[in-house]
């Protein structure tokens, strides 16, 4: 598994953001602010999945295909979606007849995903010219991708506009992986997210907002996310084996995360956590 980005859906810099956080950025980009994807890759049957279509979507493939261990394609084997929010589906756009015209790519997503891109332009002309063939998950149920992974979608409570939002677990021949990038807060799961990071071997788990402050200029009632400082609460009384499995995902461009070298980052890594870097790599 790579990790082929990590911050929120508008990315590093924010649009119209006249933030610290942002202003460097603006003249001197890190390239690797990309949104949150990860990369699945499979030698033996050499395929290759991606989790997410983002905005940044045209890199990350690319990078997708230079970690494949031989001359893979272009576009992924099959991709999943969480939900329908801007940076979790919107680079479906790139496999359309304005760029690479794709051939029935296998997109992966619920009942609600799907009614919503073959009813919706411009996502439905990508069902209609066949760039995409829908594949349908149903909550719980196991698929097979190839004889090395396995993939089980669940369920999770999120602003659910225009789909149903879910979690992925992603499980390998060895080694299994929690993949949470959106939800509300852990409470309000009928799942014990404890209980789920026991039963895998890595948990990428939603760490928009370190805490209330960065974002005192919205109603926080209007974007429910767990805190970073929320969920180091809960988890600190955990042994430190189920510590390290916790690797924070999708910050906002407000987050002090982004930054490796920020007060919060390292304060989160003394504690046992750990902080998702893009390229990173992980043997499933």
């Known amino acids: 598994m790579v990790i082929l980005g990590t911050a929120q859906d508008a990315g590093s810099p924010h649009i119209a953001c006249e933030k610290?956080?942002?202003?460097?950025?603006?003249?001197?980009?890190?390239?690797?602010?990309?949104?949150?994807s990860l990369g699945i890759i499979d030698s033996e049957a050499k395929k290759t999945f991606l989790f997410e279509a983002t905005p940044d979507m045209t890199e990350q493939l690319k990078t997708l295909k230079k970690s494949a261990l031989?001359?893979?394609?272009?576009?992924?084997?099959?991709?999943?979606?969480?939900?329908?929010?801007?940076?979790?589906?919107?680079g479906l756009m790139y496999l359309g007849k304005e760029a690479t015209n794709a051939d029935k790519?296998?997109?992966?997503v619920m009942p609600k995903m799907k009614s919503f891109l073959e009813k919706n332009g411009p996502w439905s002309q990508l069902v209609s010219n066949k760039n995409i063939d829908i594949k349908s998950l149903e909550d719980g149920r196991e698929i097979n991708l190839t004889p090395q992974i396995k993939v089980i979608p669940f369920t999770v409570p999120h602003r659910d506009e225009y789909s149903e939002t879910v979690g992925y677990k992603i499980i390998g021949p060895n080694r299994s992986v929690l993949f949470i990038p959106d939800i509300d807060k852990w409470q309000k799961w009928s799942a014990s997210i404890v209980s789920e990071i026991e039963k895998v071997d890595f948990a990428f788990l939603d760490a928009t907002f370190y805490d209330a402050a960065e974002i005192n200029n919205r109603d926080i009632s209007e974007i429910p996310h767990p805190f970073v400082i929320e969920s180091i609460e809960l988890f600190e009384n955990l042994p430190t084996s189920e510590k390290k499995k916790i690797h924070?995902?999708?910050?906002?461009?407000?987050?002090?995360?982004?930054?490796?070298?920020?007060?919060?980052?390292?304060?989160?890594?003394?504690?046992?956590?750990?902080i998702a870097r893009t390229f990173q790599k992980i043997q499933l």
């Open 70 to 90: 031989w001359n893979a394609t272009e576009i992924p084997n099959g991709i999943f979606l969480t939900h329908a929010h801007i940076g979790h589906y919107t």
């Open 105 to 108: 790519v296998p997109v992966y």
């Open 248 to 274: 924070f995902i999708h910050f906002n461009h407000t987050n002090p995360l982004l930054n490796s070298e920020s007060e919060q980052s390292k304060e989160v890594l003394e504690k046992g956590f750990n």
């Open 20 to 36: 610290t956080c942002c202003a460097n950025l603006f003249e001197n980009p890190d390239y690797n602010r990309k949104v949150v």
